[in-house]
């Protein structure tokens, strides 16, 4: 294994002090790369999300690496150490539990740390989940995504995030955990109705599911069989046919409207916001055209 990820990645250089963020498998071991494999035998430490959840991995390879514990909790505090380690002349991998660092998980602080330090970063692309659950989805209305990730626990911010959602006409991509499944299936069916979904479970893995649905049909799928309730998930809310999105337009143009003649703009856009739970930016742009009027020819 080593030897083949050699002779494949082992002709382009790999700087000393510098910082590689490798993507590791989201389930599927074989999904592993040979640039990061021979990455993983260069690099003179692993610092990682969780050292009990990267030591297989680099026993799995036939390495011994130095581990060091970058998370959530101490990732600012932890970018001291790596800059030194840096500084020396050492090579530094990242990794996250699975898949691309700093997609979710920790990576972002550590990287924006190493890179004020003047020190080099390169990426070590592989496996993601949201890139592997919008490639299977047929989303064949959307021309791109936008990334959501994990939706706010509880209270008036996850109402406007589900708000939001509900009104963004472009693809939307979520990640949920298997305890709170079910309640997200409940809120995007009520949110959502006929806008169709992809919920896709365990991706890469041996029990791997892949199933489009109405939004309104996600809670009684669930319900049907308790295995799905299992795994991680990555849903992909499709977006919004054209028809559905120009009606969003126009009921979010009334209230702006509305708004508008009572209140200042900045005023009546923060109360649009509330109440339709669009996103800001774009009803601050809408409301500007608004006003504006209907466009003249010259």
Partial sequence: ML??????AGGQQYPAGTLYVVATPIGNLAD???????????????ACEDTRHTAPLIRYLGLDKPLLAVHQHNERSAAGDVIARLARGERIAYVSDAG????????????????TSGRAVVAIPGASSAITAVSV??????????????????????????????????????????????TLAQELAKACGERAVTLCRELTKQFETVATLPASALPGWLAADGNRLR???????HAMAPAALADTTARHDAVLQTLLAELPLKQAV?????????PRNALYARALALKAGPSTSP
């Fill in 270 to 278: 923060s109360l649009a916001a509330s109440l339709t739970g669009a």
């Fill in 137 to 182: 989805a047929g989303d064949t209305v959307g021309s791109g995504f936008h990334f959501v990730g994990f939706l706010p626990p509880k209270g008036n911010e996850r109402a406007l995030a589900l708000k939001a959602l509900a009104t963004a006409g472009d693809t939307q991509v979520l990640f949920e955990a298997p305890h709170r499944i079910e």
């Fill in 100 to 115: 691309t660092p700093a997609i979710s998980d920790p990576g972002a602080a550590l990287v924006a740390a190493v890179a």
């Fill in 231 to 237: 795994g991680e998930f990555v849903l992909v809310l």
């Fill in 3 to 8: 030897q083949a990820a050699a002779a494949a």
């Fill in 32 to 46: 592993l790369t040979l640039r990061a494999i021979h990455v993983l035998s260069l690099v003179d430490a692993v």
